[in-house]
């Protein structure tokens, strides 16, 4: 199922960091993805749905050149992938092969993927930016996936940089990292962090105004009452 626009616009808006606030609130504390960082510098906060691949161990007689041509392949997952989702790949952490190049980041690209988030790497990674395809990442290797991992399906739940993704998701990503917020809490989530990030601009306004933080960071009832007062005059 695509992502209502309108959610898009507005989790475009909210950081990460704000996120794992309000997800916090929410009695989940485990919701960033570890080694998750962006590939490229400067790249723009990418929202999307879930779409979830698996890699486990390899072995060594699946874990082969020829494993790249079968039914159950990266290649067949990547022309499964809808426009506007993002890939969370479970790579198991893995450093030292990289799960996807510049030729399936640039099919990925192709077909309107929003962004490609792993807790493992990528290889040919002057290829990779290049595709213009977000990638958030633990960096880069040169061996392929098989010298590492044994690929077996798309669109289960994962445990991407230990946290679990369950397909449809909705994936943030930005120079913090990637955050999940689970598909059931969107509707109260969504609302509750483009609110924090209203008041953490006012908030913000005034510190640069030489407010001290005590009352104001969180804020007490005078300091909300200010706040509602500015919104109020727009």
Known sequence: MSLDPALVAALSRVSTATLTTILLKKGLRNVWLRGTRPLAEGCPRAVGRAFTLRFVPAREDLATPESWSSPTSTRAAIEAMPPGCIAVVDALGATDAGIFGDILCTR????????????????????????????????????????RLSFVGWQQPVACGGVAVYPDDVVVADGDGAVVVPAALLDAIVPAAVEQERLEDWIIGEVARGAALPGLYPPDDAARARYEATRARG
Do not use: H
């Not at 988030?117 to 290797?141: H, K």
């Open 108 to 147: 990925m690209a192709q077909r309107g993927v929003a962004a490609l988030v792993t807790d493992g790497v990528v290889r040919d990674a002057a290829g990779v930016r290049a595709t213009g395809l977000p990638v958030w990442c633990q960096g880069v290797a040169a061996p392929p996936s098989v010298a």
